[in-house]
């Protein structure tokens, strides 16, 4: 199956999948991934380069909403919200949309860990709903930085509200990531949202541009004048946290489990445009993460030769794999087992690609050579574990 397709999986409207029995069973890990690792792979793209993160809502909004609407199609729901309710009057139309966002979305979207959905406030005059997330997995425990960043969310609201009201969109308008104490979402007419957005921006009338034009040039904009810093911050006190505290997974108390499959969600996200591109993307955004993180233990006082034997624990911990790391003659191989990326997809293609450059990140700092990653096998694609193996690159660069 492409990309697309396992998105699509995730999203089949199927009621049995959103009840009580698990999604999917690791064995040894279970279904949690600990937010973290969400926030952590963010966070390092923001560092990249924040304007990709913004290219994850227009191909996963189309997918989910082609789900919505088989589904609509299937139980009539689709001509409900096409024909009748329109009719309706304004207190029935508040509470059906209430139900459907309150308690179907919220199923959905509490068991993936994702974020607590509410009706705000509706307007159908102004063709506008009004949607607030508490305890979005994107904005969780985020720092500020003036900016919205919940693409994500904001992709899963507008395939599976819009898709009610002829494709309506959405758009994050206020963020725990630029300051506000909750995210709140809007889902509107694409032409209404544009205008919002040229409002926002500033932006003369006479430039026309695609929904996501806008949103990467927004954060484009933002990039040039945004001091990243507190998100460097932010990953480096939650790790400092996690690191001395690894032992255990009670991540109940912590509160701060997202489902694997949310968590996979996110991820393929990044992957299904332009997917070779992407790919090398994501192994040069794993790859600062892995360099980074090698020097936030240094601080910690970690010397150079405990420094790998962290990551299993580390791993382990998070929800993102069970590690075994072997030194070879000539590097290192990594397996995955159980990998939070990967586990449990029918694809194609091997998608492991942040783990790769994390780990050659990490191993180029502590040898202070550069070291390449490549994914020779992954458990997305049919094999029992995913394999990286991680070599000297033949450019004899030396890792700064
Ligand atoms: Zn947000
Ligand atoms: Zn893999």
């Known amino acids: 199956m492409s990309i697309d397709e396992n998105i699509s999986k995730i999203w089949e409207q199927k009621p049995s999948l959103w009840e009580e029995k698990n999604l999917q069973t690791r064995s040894e890990l279970g279904d949690e991934i600990d937010v973290f690792a969400l926030k952590n792979f963010q966070n390092h793209i923001l560092l990249y380069n924040p304007a990709i993160l913004s290219k994850i809502y227009d191909s996963t909004h189309t997918i989910i909403q082609k789900e919505v609407e088989k589904w609509s199609n299937k139980t009539g729901l689709s001509s409900f919200f096409k024909e009748e309710f329109s009719s309706l009057e304004e207190k029935r139309k508040h509470k059906i949309l209430k139900s459907l966002i309150e308690e179907h979305i919220n199923t959905i979207t509490k068991k993936l860990g994702l974020g607590v959905l509410s009706l705000s406030s509706v307007n159908f005059e102004e063709n506008k709903i009004e949607v607030k997330v508490n305890e979005c997995a994107e904005a969780h425990e985020t720092s500020t930085i003036g900016h919205p960043i919940c693409f994500n969310m904001a992709s899963i609201l507008a395939g599976e509200i819009g898709e009610k009201f002829n ?192 780990f050659s990140g990490m191993i180029s700092s502590i040898e202070n050579q550069k070291f390449e990653g490549k994914e020779t096998k992954c458990s997305g694609n049919s094999s029992e574990y995913c394999v990286h193996s991680i070599q000297p690159s033949e450019k004899e660069e030396k890792s700064d």
């Not at 506000?180 to 205008?195: D, G, H, L, M, Y």
């Not at 040039?224 to 998100?231: G, S």
């Not at 090698?294 to 929800?319: A, T, Y």
């Open 167 to 358: 494709n309506w969109h959405c758009y994050e308008k206020e963020c725990k990531a630029s300051g506000s104490n909750t995210c709140k979402f809007i889902i509107a007419p694409q032409e209404q949202i544009n205008e919002e957005l040229r409002e926002f921006l500033d932006l003369p009338s006479r430039i026309s541009f695609t929904l996501q034009g806008k949103i990467t040039s927004m954060i484009s904009e933002f990039k040039r004048d945004i001091d990243y810093t507190p998100i460097l911050e932010e990953s480096t006190n939650r790790l400092s946290y996690i690191l001395p505290n690894m032992d255990g997974r009670d991540r109940k108390k912590l509160g701060s489990d997202i489902h694997l499959k949310g968590f996979q969600q996110f991820y393929l996200s990044f992957l299904n445009d332009d997917f070779e591109e992407r790919g090398k993307t994501l192994y040069e955004v794993g790859f600062e993460s892995g360099k980074r993180f090698s020097k936030i233990i240094s601080v910690m006082g970690m010397r150079s030769q405990d420094k790998l034997n962290v990551l299993p624990r580390l791993f382990d911990r998070l929800g993102m794999g069970l590690l075994e790391l072997e030194k070879e003659s000539n590097g290192y191989k990594v397996r995955v087992k159980e990998c939070g990326y990967s586990y449990g997809l029918h694809l194609e293609e091997k998608i492991c690609f942040y783990n790769s450059g994390f």
